[in-house]
């Protein structure tokens, strides 16, 4: 079992930048796609950007495409994410997620095992 911690949320105003961090300790041995998705309430999850952590090859929804970066550290067990140009419907509540079966963590959440509680991101107007 693999335990998720983020960190680095927080509010900020449209045009603003943050850094969300996560962390993973327990399980971490072999490569995973280490992740993020958000959700607002009422609505679904929904994946933001995606690395693998065997080539660092990485994925992001279109929504965030040239305003969100994500890396990975090279221990293999940080992610980071990177978030510029922040826009208000970027608010949301975001999630950590990896999972050791897939190279691209970009798809149902029903298929993902690993989750952190969530940092919350408000982006005023």
């Known amino acids: 079992q693999v335990q998720l911690v983020e960190s680095g949320g927080g509010s900020v105003q449209a045009g603003g930048s943050l850094r969300l961090s996560c962390a993973a300790s327990g399980y971490t041995y072999g490569d995973r796609c280490m992740g993020w998705f958000r959700q607002t309430p009422g609505n679904e999850r929904e994946g933001v950007a995606s690395v693998f952590t065997g080539d660092g090859s990485t994925f992001y929804a279109d929504s965030v495409k040239g305003r969100f970066t994500i890396s990975r550290g090279n221990d293999k067990s940080t992610v980071w994410l990177q978030m510029n140009s922040l826009k208000p419907e970027d608010t949301a509540m975001y999630y950590c997620?990896?999972?050791?079966?897939?190279?691209?963590?970009?798809?149902?959440?029903?298929?993902?095992?690993?989750w952190g509680q969530g940092t919350q991101v408000t982006v005023s107007s």
């Open positions: 997620v990896a999972d050791r079966r897939w190279g691209n963590c970009l798809r149902s959440p029903a298929q993902l095992g690993n």
